[in-house]
């Protein structure tokens, strides 16, 4: 390899949108990786307290209604409603740009039946505000635990159901598109 290639290289590792494998956000605190951690062999798995019975979202280190110290990673209920609805057409993020060429992406807010709000990524099924939906995890591209919304009466119960979802969203690691240029 000649130094000209070997700085050719090093100018692509270093500028995104000519890399041919984006990858999305990674960057997660130390409680946020534990959460990736645990939800990678489950559907939904959130930190239940287990002095208050409190259900924690987003993962942190103290219980958020009694403070105490005893946060415990457990399968979850995957209903909620769904609370509101975003298209973003724009995004300052490679891996997200290449999928904004196909159209909007969609993320909304769901108040899960257990208590808390989280902001996830919506499935296919054209949901809106007040519908019924259940939430599941996936490890994405960047080994990270991301959430999805997709119709209450969706069969999440199989891996290969929910990789189905997660491939036809465009956000699995082998169907990742390699940018125009
Ligand atoms: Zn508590």
Not at 52 to 70: F, S
Request: proline residues 6%.
């Amino acid at each position: 390899m000649t130094a000209w290639d070997k700085m050719r290289k090093r100018l692509k590792l270093n500028r995104p949108s000519l890399r041919q494998r984006a990858r999305p956000p990674g960057l997660r605190t130390a409680a946020g990786t534990r959460f990736s951690a645990a939800n990678l062999p489950s559907k939904l798995k959130l930190q239940h307290c287990s002095h208050c019975g409190h259900v924690q979202y987003p993962p942190t280190e103290l219980c958020g209604a009694c403070l105490e110290d005893g946060l415990v990673f457990r399968d979850t209920d995957t209903g909620g409603r769904l609370l509101a609805r975003s298209d973003l057409h724009h995004s300052l993020w490679e891996y997200f740009k290449r999928r904004l060429q196909e159209g909007p992406w969609s993320i909304a807010s769901v108040q899960l039946d257990v208590g808390p709000t989280v902001l996830a990524h919506l499935g296919p099924g054209n949901l809106q505000s007040g519908d019924r939906v259940q939430l599941f995890s996936h490890s994405d591209a960047s080994q990270s635990s991301v959430l999805i919304a997709v119709p209450e009466a969706t069969d999440l119960e199989s891996r290969q159901a929910r990789r189905e979802i997660v491939t036809a969203l465009g956000l699995d690691a082998a169907a990742i598109r390699p940018g125009g240029a």
